[in-house]
């Protein structure tokens, strides 16, 4: 089993930043994936980002493109999702994933493609 543990959310303003962490523990892989996800209330969860631990390629969905970026440490087995030039439209439950095996490109953002999941973080853009 994979633990997963998201912190870092909170309230900011338009504008604002925040970083998001999301620590696993548990079982480990030598490769595989890590996303986040999102869901605001009232919506589907929707992709945000992913990378992959072997190479830390990323992919982005482009409501975020330029203004959130994905990094990893995996010392830490530590996930981080930096936000910047946050907007109202950000503010969401934010979910970390980890997909235990290789995802095909065109997969990588199909929530059914990942293993665990954790309990996520609110963010909250004012306006």
């Known amino acids: 089993q994979v633990q997963l543990g998201e912190s870092g959310g909170g309230l900011v303003q338009t504008g604002g930043s925040l970083r998001l962490s999301c620590a696993s523990s548990g079982r480990t892989f030598s490769d595989g994936h890590m996303a986040w996800f999102r869901q605001a209330p009232g919506k589907e969860r929707e992709f945000v980002g992913v990378?992959?631990?072997?190479?830390?390629?990323?992919d982005y969905a482009d409501s975020v493109k330029g203004r959130f970026t994905i990094s990893g440490d995996s010392a830490k087995n530590t996930v981080y999702l930096q936000m910047n030039s946050l907007k109202p439209e950000d503010t969401a439950v934010y979910y970390c994933?980890?997909?235990?095996?290789?995802?095909?490109?065109?997969?990588?953002?199909?929530?059914?493609?990942?293993?665990?999941w954790g309990q996520g973080t609110q963010v909250t853009v004012s306006s």
């Open positions: 994933a980890v997909a235990r095996a290789l995802i095909p490109s065109a997969a990588l953002r199909s929530r059914s493609r990942y293993n665990f």
């Open positions: 990378i992959r631990w072997s190479d830390s390629s990323t």
